[in-house]
Each structure stands twice: as C-alpha cells, then as structure tokens.
C-alpha cells in the first residue's frame, strides 16, 4: 500500500507564492511518476505537472514559466512551487504517485488565490 499525505495548500492575493508539499510513504518502488493535478468546482481533474524518478518533467501549458515541480527521492517526496499565482488557479491540488500500472491519490489541498 501507497499513502500520500499533501501540505501547503492556503489563502493568497494574485500574484503569490505558494508550496505544496506531498510525501509519500509505504510500498514505493524504484521508479515511479510523482503528479500534481488540480480541480476547480465544476470542472474536470486536470494534470498540473509530472515528474519522473530521473527528472523527466512535464507541466500543462497554462502553468508553463510559473510553476516548478521538484521531488527528492531520498525523502519520497515532490514539491510544488506556485509563482504568480492567478485567481483560476484555484481549486483542489491532488497528489498522484503512478508505479507499476497503479495510481494512488492524496487527499487533496485547497489552494484559493483571490484579493
């Protein structure tokens, strides 16, 4: 079993910063995808940022240049660094750890930009 546990969601104006944070702990193989993804009231999940065991990252155009996704292996751990945030930013923040054809969720953090 995969356990993710997300923190740093929170309040801020637009053009903020934020950092969220997700560990992750149980049966963690070698490799595997460590994912943001994000969902706002009335709309579909969708994939913020990705990144691989080897740093292969991939990031959804409307967050290109703005957000940074990063993990440390040795802590089982991705982090998500939120720059210039934006009010449709808003939504819930997922955590998603992808290995060997299973993908596990956290529970989730709301993250709110607004003035």
């Known amino acids: 079993q995969v356990q993710l546990v997300e923190s740093g969601g929170g309040l801020v104006q637009p053009g903020g910063s934020l950092r969220l944070s997700c560990a992750v702990s149980g049966s963690i193989f070698s490799f595997y995808v460590m994912g943001w993804y994000r969902q706002a009231p009335g709309k579909q999940r969708e994939l913020v940022a990705a990144?691989?065991?080897?740093?292969?990252?991939n990031y959804a155009d409307s967050v290109k240049g703005r957000f940074t996704i990063s993990r440390d292996n040795a802590k089982n751990t991705a982090y998500l660094q939120m720059n210039l945030l934006k009010p449709e930013d808003t939504a819930v923040y997922y955590c998603?750890?992808?290995?060997?054809?299973?993908?596990?969720w956290g529970q989730g953090t709301q993250v709110t930009v607004s003035s």
């Open positions: 998603k750890v992808s290995q060997a054809g299973r993908n596990y």
């Open positions: 990144i691989t065991s080897i740093g292969t990252i």
